[in-house]
């Protein structure tokens, strides 16, 4: 049987404030959220990151990600929204199930995302232009 919370949240083990769930994605809201509203969308196949994921599941995924950001900031009032999505244990995902985080914003809400502007070396930018076009 899954470890994971998420699996179990689909499979109905482990109990969760479901907002909509489709064939192949569920949304629910965030345990412990960034705001009151703040709402997770998952696939309900388990796969840790988004490169991973099926291209059906992916347009699903974002399409209810979108619907429920619509539905969030009606509920809550809020005039913003952040759809964010850690990959990797580096950029802070703790939950090892692909999801999107639609998180309901105000100007006072006193949550920052820590966001920096750097400044490319010489010729760095054209470089990694170049590096990730042929990655493409
Ligand atoms: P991550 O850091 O992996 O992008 O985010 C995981 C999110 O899942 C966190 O915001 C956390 O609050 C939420 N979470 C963790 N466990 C549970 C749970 O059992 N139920 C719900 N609804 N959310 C959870
Ligand atoms: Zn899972």
Redesign the pocket.
């Known amino acids: 049987m899954s470890e994971c919370?998420f699996c179990k949240?689909v499979d109905g083990q482990?109990p969760?404030?479901k907002l909509i769930e489709t064939e192949k994605v569920i949304s629910?809201?965030?345990?412990?959220?960034v705001n009151p509203g703040?709402a997770?969308v998952a696939p309900k196949r388990h796969v840790s990151s988004l490169l991973d994921l099926r291209q059906d599941e992916l347009h699903v995924l974002m399409f209810v990600a979108k619907r429920v950001a619509a539905a969030v900031i009606r509920a809550t009032g809020s005039p913003a929204f952040n759809i964010l999505?850690?990959d990797g244990e580096a950029a802070?995902?703790?939950?090892d199930h692909v999801?999107f985080?639609v998180i309901p914003r105000d100007s006072e809400d006193g949550f920052r995302l820590g966001w920096r502007h750097l400044k490319y070396a010489e010729g760095q930018i054209e470089q990694l232009q170049q590096a990730i076009q042929q990655n493409l």
Do not use: C, K, S, T
């Not at 629910?28 to 959220?33: E, G, K, R, S």
């Open positions: 919370i949240i482990i969760a404030a629910f809201l965030d345990i412990n959220p703040h997770l999505q850690n802070g995902q703790i939950i999801h985080h």
